[in-house]
Nanobody, 114 residues
Framework: VQLVDLGGGLVQPGGSLRLSCVDS????????MGWYRQAPGKQRELVAT???????NYSDSVKGRFTISRDNAKNTVYLQMNSLKPEDTAVYYC?????????WGQGTQVTVSS
């Protein structure tokens, strides 16, 4: 699994961004995919996950504002982020898990500021 995180940037509070994570390998559809984030001085935390069957799970802090989805034909997982808040500022990382195996993308910075 080789993951590439895309789509971060600077956005004003209340704005939207969409992150993408592309897997260059062909086994993408087997993995549970997730997005995590790490703010300065804080531990990395779960944002959302999606199974290969499309079942999703969200942290309470993003529920109702963020949507995770996947396109197995494109080996891509997305994170649509709406109603962004300054506290959403962090480096966002894509993750792929299968059994005991876990792989991470390089991370993409999301900054929410006026």
């Amino acid at each position: 699994v080789q993951l590439v995180d895309l789509g971060g940037g600077l956005v004003q509070p209340g704005g939207s961004l969409r992150l993408s994570c592309v897997d260059s390998m062909s086994t993408f559809h087997d993995f549970v995919m997730g997005w995590y984030r790490q703010a300065p001085g804080k531990q990395r935390e779960l944002v959302a996950t999606i199974t290969n069957g499309g079942n999703t799970n969200y942290s309470d802090s993003v529920k109702g504002r963020f949507t995770i989805s996947r396109d197995n034909a494109k080996n891509t997982v997305y994170l649509q982020m709406n109603s962004l808040k300054p506290e959403d500022t962090a480096v966002y990382y894509c993750n792929a898990q299968l059994g005991g195996y876990s792989a991470w993308g390089q991370g993409t910075q999301v900054t929410v500021s006026s």
